[in-house]
């Protein structure tokens, strides 16, 4: 307990560390470029805070197919990881970020970045409806976010509205190494914190299903939580909403899309008939919230956490061992 208790401890300072540096390098390369820092945080950032979801997608979609009498339970384990961590970054901690008024959505940008956030998770929602993502489907979900990736790089939300940095080419290799660096250290070191963490909650008296959605959704949500902290704290409200809005994007068509096409998914009915319309029902309340005012307000943001309390307090009493 102690040695997976300091593992977490040290894991999350690295993980800071790691974060500061990619904020850093990434701001850098977008002047640089001349990107806005909406368009950084829903691409490369929010890639690069996803690989701990798409890894956990390819690690556990090859296990499927070495023993395909365990796809139940790694469908469900890999699934509501992925859920949860999108539940858990949409639901907590972009409204945590609204109570520190530092989340920038611009109106004209919003149907862009939250109506891409609602639209893969309906379209995720609607594949599962009979109980299996196929392989067909996977496929649809990666050309869903790959044609997204294109809509993003061809629309005005890329360009900046600051003036640029030119880098020399020797120090824009370095900025992407480094970025590029950093988030593979990341992913490991995420990794562990996520079996620490694993270790730990298995200690306490909960379901199995309460751990695979909450628990482990959570820990693989910490470099998202990081970097998008981090860059509130260098005021770089834009860089955080997209980071946060573009990994609720990335995690159901990248990282669901292929660990499908991969295996083949069967998923869980709680899944289908709880935790995705949970998502897709607040992920509508957030975009009415911002397209009124362009943030949240201070009670919104109560009331949306409060609500991600209510979710998981109804999910452990009413879905208590049906997931895995």
């Known amino acids: 307990m102690i040695t997976e208790t300091l593992t977490v401890i040290v894991g999350f300072i690295i993980i800071i560390i790691l974060a500061e540096l990619i904020i850093k390098n990434a701001i850098q390369l977008g002047e640089h470029h001349g990107f806005s820092g909406t368009f950084i945080g829903l691409t490369i950032l929010s890639i690069g805070t996803s690989i701990p979801e798409i890894m956990t997608h390819i690690v ?8 395909p009498t365990l796809m139940n339970t790694l469908s469900s384990l890999v699934i509501g990881t992925n859920i949860g961590s999108d539940i858990f970054q949409q639901n907590f901690i972009i409204p945590a970020i609204g109570l520190m008024g530092a989340l920038v959505v611009i109106r004209k940008n919003l149907f862009t970045e939250m109506g891409g956030l609602i639209a893969a998770a309906i379209l995720t929602w609607l594949f599962s409806l009979n109980g299996i993502i196929s392989r067909l489907e996977g496929a649809i979900l990666l050309i869903a976010y790959i044609t997204y990736l294109i809509y993003l790089k061809k629309s005005k939300i890329s360009e900046s509205f600051h003036g640029t940095n030119h880098l020399k080419n020797k120090q824009v290799i370095l900025a992407y190494g480094l970025i590029l660096l950093s988030f593979i250290i990341m992913a490991v070191v995420s990794d562990e914190v996520l079996e620490s963490s694993t270790i730990l909650i298995q200690s306490l008296p909960i379901s199995a299903s309460f751990f695979g959605v909450i628990a482990l959704g959570i820990a693989s949500a910490l470099p998202e939580l990081t970097t998008s902290l981090i860059a509130v704290f260098k005021k770089k409200g834009d860089i955080s909403a997209g980071i946060l809005i573009g990994s609720n994007i990335t995690n159901p068509l990248f990282g669901i899309g292929l660990g499908a096409l991969i295996s083949t998914y069967t998923i869980p009915n709680v899944v289908i008939f ?7 029902g607040t992920a509508f309340l957030i975009y009415y919230f911002l397209f009124t005012h362009e943030k949240l307000k201070k009670w919104e943001s109560v009331a949306l956490i409060g609500l991600f309390i209510g979710y998981i307090i109804i999910r452990q009493i ?7």
């Not at 556990?60 to 023993?67: L, P």
């Not at 709880?274 to 897709?280: A, C, G, M, S």
């Not at 009413?318 to 895995?324: I, L």
């Open 60 to 67: 556990g979609s090859v296990n499927i197919i070495q023993n």
């Open 318 to 324: 009413y879905f208590p061992t049906d997931f895995m």
């Open 274 to 280: 709880y935790d995705l319309p949970v998502k897709i």
